[in-house]
T-cell receptor, first 114, second 116 residues
Framework: AQKVTQAQTEISVVEKEDVTLDCVYE???????LFWYKQPPSGELVFLIR??????QNEISGRYSWNFQKSTSSFNFTITASQVVDSAVYFC???????????FGAGTTVTVRA | DGGITQSPKYLFRKEGQNVTLSCEQN?????MYWYRQDPGQGLRLIYY???????QKGDIAEGYSVSREKKESFPLTVTSAQKNPTAFYLC???????????????FGPGTRLLVL
């Protein structure tokens, strides 16, 4: 069975600090997909990134970056120079090939203080 | 605008009552999903539908029912058999598998269900 672990429950930082969110996953499949979503206080989940297991290149999108390491089954997410608007719950999720189901981690609440 | 709409935003249920949560999408997506979110927890899959007139149980389907009569709509009924229905319910849709692996799921704004 697939499983996603986000060990950090809450992270609090001061504006402009960098923050890294950890995500560790378990799966028996060699082909799988990893996702990150942001849930602001409004509640709607906002898609951030989708990565397949064959693409281990790190990705940067503005202040967001992702570090995918198959050797440690991790897909970590870094927010550089955090802003108050980054305050949200962030979820990591896993889906195996040929499976519609997304398995979510418990989420990490990020609070950015001005 | 293309997107997913859920209504109502808040819903109150009395003991023994069935209530229905609405989910509509105009993204032309084949697949639709219902998730439940409890405080401090991740999302858990209730039901999903890959195509019209077909749906499958997720991990926590007991006490819930769905229908998929139209591609755009996937309503969820919380029945009286669901003893602890208070939660935040999120609907999502995706293009489906399409031979390229699971597509990204996009979410609606959610419905918060409270028991009176």
């Amino acid at each position: 069975a697939q499983k996603v672990t986000q060990a950090q429950t809450e992270i609090s930082v001061v504006e402009k600090e960098d923050v890294t969110l950890d995500c560790v996953y378990e799966t028996r499949d060699t082909t799988y997909y990893l996702f990150w979503y942001k849930q602001p206080p409004s509640g709607e989940l906002v898609f951030l990134i989708r990565r397949n297991s064959f693409d281990e290149q790190n990705e940067i999108s503005g202040r967001y970056s992702w570090n995918f390491q198959k050797s440690t089954s991790s897909f970590n997410f870094t927010i550089t120079a955090s802003q108050v608007v980054d305050s949200a719950v962030y979820f990591c999720a896993l889906s195996e090939a040929n499976d519609y189901k997304l398995s979510f981690g418990a989420g990490t609440t990020v609070t950015v203080r001005a | 605008d293309g997107g997913i709409t859920q209504s109502p935003k808040y819903l109150f249920r009395k003991e023994g009552q069935n209530v229905t949560l609405s989910c509509e999408q105009n993204l032309n997506h084949d697949a639709m999903y219902w998730y439940r979110q409890d405080p401090g927890q991740g999302l858990r899959l209730i039901y999903y539908s890959q195509i019209v007139n077909d749906f499958q149980k997720g991990d926590i389907a007991e006490g819930y029912s769905v229908s998929r009569e139209k591609k755009e709509s996937f309503p969820l009924t919380v029945t009286s058999a669901q003893k602890n229905p208070t939660a935040f319910y999120l609907c999502a849709s995706s293009m489906g598998l399409a031979g390229k692996g699971p597509e990204t799921q996009y979410f609606g704004p959610g419905t918060r269900l409270l028991v009176l």
